[in-house]
Structure formats: structure tokens, C-alpha cells
């Protein structure tokens, strides 16, 4: 059972170069989300979806798009990159009702922009 | 609006010293509440969990969190700190059955042998 899986684990970006994190999940979580963690700053969410064929933003959503086109991926896309998005994407699931809203993180993708 | 606020973010404690981390939120209503804890170069663990029930919730690794509805706190404990629990300590929560996780900005804790 791989739990979240995340891709690259590293990535180096040039200013306004555009790339897709990948995000999969076998668990059948309905709920995936992408935050960003930055120091002194905790964890913020970028995009999430309730299932597939639904998505909304988060706290910080400018300059990431997202789909959710099979309940397992949930790609993140930087259209042009800015050295603001240098940051660690984390990627999590769980599943949708109430009693089980325990959240399972991937192991982190670090994004530099230069 | 609504927040989640943890205190105190670095913190350096001695092997054998107890430790307790803050966490307080904002939201009103039905919570769950969490403790998440990232290791370094690790990726988020849970650590322990209260949806309802006895407000006194024991985790792993000999942690323990206390749920007070009437102080909006949720705060984590351990005894006994050993080196191997130096790491950044998350406190998050989720509202009125939102599975939207809203974080505090986390305690960095060094663990001296």
C-alpha cells in the first residue's frame, strides 16, 4: 500500500517556466488537498476537492491550477513560475465523512525558482 | 477569523525535560483536532487525534494531548523528551465536518542529549 505518492521530490525552475507536480493516492480518498509549507509560516492550502470532477481554492490559490479528473490524482500545475512559489508542496487525502477526516501526507516536493 | 495559533515556535529542551506545546483555535462549533509532527526531511505523521469522547487522548510515541472546550485549547505533552523528538510540531484543525485542514505555523523543538 503506497499511502500519497508525490513527484519529483526535487524540481528546479527557471522564472516563468511552467510544470506539474504530481499527486496520487490508492487509498480511494475522496478528499485531496495541496498545501505549501514555508518557514515560520506552518501549512497552507493552495487547491482541494471533495471527489472527482470537483475542486476549489484554498488560502493561497493565485498562480496553481488544479483538476481532479480520477478519484486517485490530483495534479497541481504552476502555469509560470515565480521565485515567490519557492516552497516545499505537500499533498495529502483522506477520506470525505466526518468520524475518518484523518489526513495522509506524501513525502514533499521541493520547488526552487530561480 | 478564524485561526489556529500556536505559541512559543522554537523550542529547546534537554533529554528527560517535559514538554508542552500550545495550541489554540478559532472556529466555533463541532472540531476535530490534530498534532501532526514532521521529522526532518520527513513528511507529515500524525501523532494523535480527538473527534469526541474522553478529552484526554493518548498518541504515539508516549505523547498526549488535552481537549478544553471552554479554553478553545488543545495542547500536546510528553513527560519525558528524548532526542529522537526533535521536530516540528503541527496543531490542526478541521470544522463542523470540513475536511479542510487549517494549520498553526508550528513548534521547532531540539531535543540536547
Known amino acids: 500500500n503506497a499511502g500519497v505518492t508525490q513527484t519529483p521530490k526535487f524540481q528546479v525552475l527557471k522564472t516563468g517556466q511552467s510544470m506539474t507536480l504530481q499527486c496520487a493516492q490508492d487509498m480511494n480518498h475522496e478528499y485531496m488537498s495541496w498545501y505549501r509549507q514555508d518557514p515560520g509560516m506552518g501549512l497552507r492550502l493552495i487547491h482541494y476537492?471533495?471527489?472527482?470532477?470537483?475542486?476549489d481554492q484554498g488560502e493561497v490559490p493565485n498562480g496553481y491550477n488544479v483538476s481532479r479528473s480520477t478519484t486517485e490524482d490530483f495534479p497541481l500545475r504552476l502555469l509560470s513560475a515565480a521565485p515567490s512559489q519557492t516552497s516545499v508542496y505537500f499533498c495529502?487525502?483522506?477520506?470525505?465523512?466526518?468520524?475518518?477526516?484523518?489526513?495522509?501526507f506524501g513525502q514533499g516536493t521541493r520547488l526552487t525558482v530561480v | 477569523a478564524q485561526s489556529v495559533s500556536q505559541h512559543n515556535h522554537h523550542v529547546i529542551l534537554s533529554e528527560a525535560a517535559s514538554l508542552e506545546l500550545g495550541c489554540n483555535y478559532s472556529?466555533?462549533?463541532?472540531?476535530?483536532l490534530f498534532w501532526y509532527v514532521q521529522y526532518p526531511g520527513q513528511h507529515l505523521q500524525l501523532l494523535l487525534k480527538?473527534?469526541?469522547?474522553?478529552?484526554l487522548v493518548k498518541g504515539i510515541k508516549g505523547f498526549e494531548a488535552e481537549f478544553i472546550k471552554s479554553k478553545f485549547s488543545f495542547n500536546l505533552r510528553k513527560p519525558s523528551v528524548q532526542w529522537s523528538d526533535t521536530a516540528e510540531y503541527f496543531c490542526a484543525v478541521n470544522a463542523n465536518g470540513n475536511n479542510r485542514l487549517a494549520f498553526g505555523k508550528g513548534n521547532q523543538v531540539v531535543v540536547i542529549p
Open positions: 476537492s471533495v471527489g472527482a470532477g470537483i475542486t
Open positions: 495529502a487525502s483522506s477520506y470525505g465523512d466526518r468520524e475518518s477526516t484523518e489526513a495522509f
Open positions: 480527538y473527534f469526541s469522547g474522553d478529552p
Open positions: 472556529y466555533g462549533g463541532t472540531v476535530n
